[in-house]
Nanobody, 123 residues
Framework: QVQLVESGGGLVQAGGALRLSCAAS????????MGWFRQAPGKEREFVAG????????YYADSAKGRFTISRDNAKNTVYLQMNSLKPEDTAVYFC????????????????WGKGALVTVSS
């Protein structure tokens, strides 16, 4: 059974940094693309960043470009999201997602989700 478990969320001041981790189990991790999405209160879940199975290709939402970096360690079955220069509008629950079929980076196309990690950025 596939499980995705996020960690690393918390409270940070604007301008600060956090690193989220997502540990995967129950699958051959190195076969699949992985992504990060977020959902703020009252808003739809939105794409943040994605990474190919090898890590050779990365994809970012405009809001994340230049501030966030996605990476993965296939030996540890873990994907990371380094978030720098955080803003209050980055406050959301961040979800790790399995992109089993290499689909477009839409929430409706993802195949498994973690339970999420809350990131709160204070002004």
């Amino acid at each position: 059974q596939v499980q995705l478990v996020e960690s690393g969320g918390g409270l940070v001041q604007a301008g600060g940094a956090l690193r989220l981790s997502c540990a995967a189990s129950g699958l051959t991790f190195s076969f699949y693309a992985m992504g990060w999405f977020r959902q703020a209160p009252g808003k739809e879940r939105e794409f943040v960043a994605g990474i190919s199975w090898s890590g050779g290709n990365t994809y970012y939402a405009d809001s994340a470009k230049g501030r966030f970096t996605i990476s993965r360690d296939n030996a540890k079955n873990t994907v990371y999201l380094q978030m720098n220069s955080l803003k209050p509008e980055d406050t959301a629950v961040y979800f790790c997602a399995l992109n089993y079929y290499g689909s477009r980076w839409l929430a409706s196309q993802m195949d498994r989700w973690g339970k999420g990690a809350l990131v709160t950025v204070s002004s």
